[in-house]
């Protein structure tokens, strides 16, 4: 599974998402790839539903790739 998370923060989630990653194998969940995105409504478009930020959009696609080697 591939983990996110946000918040309208500078954290992003990061302490939920740190915890989900830790307790998923507990659960039979393996952890390919996780991202946290800060600063939500800084960083995402809702009206193009894309990620403005192109460093984290880079980061974004990168995490979604290790989708492709569950396959």
């Known amino acids: 599974m591939v983990l996110l998370s946000t ?3 500078s954290m992003g ?3 939920v998402l740190a915890a ?3 307790s998923a194998p507990h659960f ?3 952890v390919k790839a ?3 995105i800060p600063s939500f409504y800084d960083n995402f478009d809702s009206k193009k539903n894309v990620l403005t930020h192109e460093e984290l959009n ?3 696609k ?3 790739s ?3 080697h569950l396959k």
């Open 34 to 36: 996780s991202l946290s």
């Open 13 to 15: 989630g990061s302490t």
């Open 58 to 60: 880079e980061q974004f």
């Open 7 to 9: 918040s309208p923060g």
């Open 66 to 68: 290790h989708l492709d």
């Open 20 to 22: 989900a990653v830790t």
């Open 62 to 64: 990168d995490t979604i």
């Open 28 to 30: 039979n969940g393996m």
